[in-house]
């Protein structure tokens, strides 16, 4: 992906490695893991798209090259040295629902993967761990990171960015040997989704769609983590084969249709309203002239949580979500 925008919305649509162990710098020899793990745990092998990866004790210098890793990671006590730039451009790309976790810690400092892993810098953070679960890598990738230290990539058994948020706060509990803690992070997160859907009868079985103006418009599908949102809520995606192409497809002009859902949640950019507002087709659906839209605009934290949906994000973004869904979904256009 050559663009952010196009990173932050399609994310998952889509020397030698010796030399650069060898000639990078030393890094801080501060570990930032906190205590508590349990070492008992280890050894600990986890299974992934290129095969299994055995960690033999609790990494204490951990650079993640996916792009949502760090919220499981401070969320059980562990201050990553490197995270990846996804979108958002937070400081150390921790997001602003992650800030208690991370408290006063030194930031982890920032990579970019536009043109793939950056090698020598991660190598210069001297990490025991590299985790890449919410990722695309491919085996090149994986084969060059693991030279640099044990790496995990994404699961074999989902699409590139297709672990939910549960597996992958589970899976980092495993790693730091804190299966239990993870565990309880992630019930008390579905409680949240349990107690909207109660809250929100209306929810239950209602058609909806995360939908953006990118190269027309493009709808997410149920692969996709936004998507997952809705339906973990008790929406229900329309069985249309343009929103089954794992996450997400464009769809052309005829098919504006799909968009008349209960609930249509847009994440929207500087030309989304204008767009629509041009849009003859989509301005005469019943989900338009009824104001049946959700708008998240991108550029603002509410929207970076949109997309980013992890153990730490998701209850920062419930609270702003839930009761514009619940106004959607209401009947009266006046909410």
């Known amino acids: 992906m050559t663009s952010s925008f196009t990173r932050r919305f399609l994310a998952g649509a889509l020397a030698s490695a010796l030399l650069v162990v060898t000639g990078c710098g030393a890094g801080s020899d501060t570990a930032q893991q906190a205590p508590g793990a349990d070492g008992g745990a280890y050894p600990v092998t986890i299974a992934h798209k290129y095969g ?122 495993k790693i730091l040997g804190k299966s239990a803690e993870a565990g309880k992070l992630v019930s008390d997160v579905e409680a949240r989704f349990t107690k909207a859907r109660a809250d929100n009868p209306a929810f239950a079985g209602a058609t909806a769609l995360v939908v953006t103006n990118y190269q027309g418009y493009f709808v997410y599908s149920s692969e996709d983590p936004r998507s997952r949102v809705l339906t973990s809520l008790g929406f229900v995606l329309p069985g249309d084969p343009a929103t089954n192409n794992k996450f997400g497809a464009n769809i052309s002009a005829e098919h504006t249709d799909l968009l008349n859902v209960k609930a249509l949640v847009w994440l929207t950019n500087a030309d989304t309203h204008n767009t629509l507002n041009a849009d003859k087709l989509y301005s005469n659906l019943d989900v338009a002239k009824q104001k049946r839209e959700v708008f998240v605009p991108d550029d603002t934290e509410y929207g970076s949580a949109m997309s980013f949906v992890s153990v730490l994000s998701l209850p920062y973004l419930l609270d702003q979500l839930v009761p514009q869904l619940a106004a959607a979904v209401d009947g009266n256009p006046a909410t």
């Open 52 to 173: 299994s990866t055995t960690i033999t004790a609790a990494p204490k210098r951990v650079v993640t090259v996916g792009l949502t890793e760090q919220d499981s990671l401070l969320a059980l006590g562990v201050v990553p040295v490197g995270t990846t730039e996804w979108f958002g451009k937070f400081p150390g790309a921790i997001g602003p629902w992650a800030q208690d976790e991370l408290g006063t810690a030194p930031k982890p400092e920032v990579l970019s993967d536009t043109d793939g892993p950056q090698y020598e810098k991660i190598a210069a953070l001297r990490p025991d761990l590299i985790i890449g679960l919410y990722s695309a890598l491919t085996q090149e990738q994986y084969d060059t990171l693991s030279k640099i230290a044990p790496t995990v990539a994404q699961p074999k058994d989902v699409s590139d960015y297709g672990i939910s948020w549960q597996e992958s706060t589970r899976t980092i509990g």
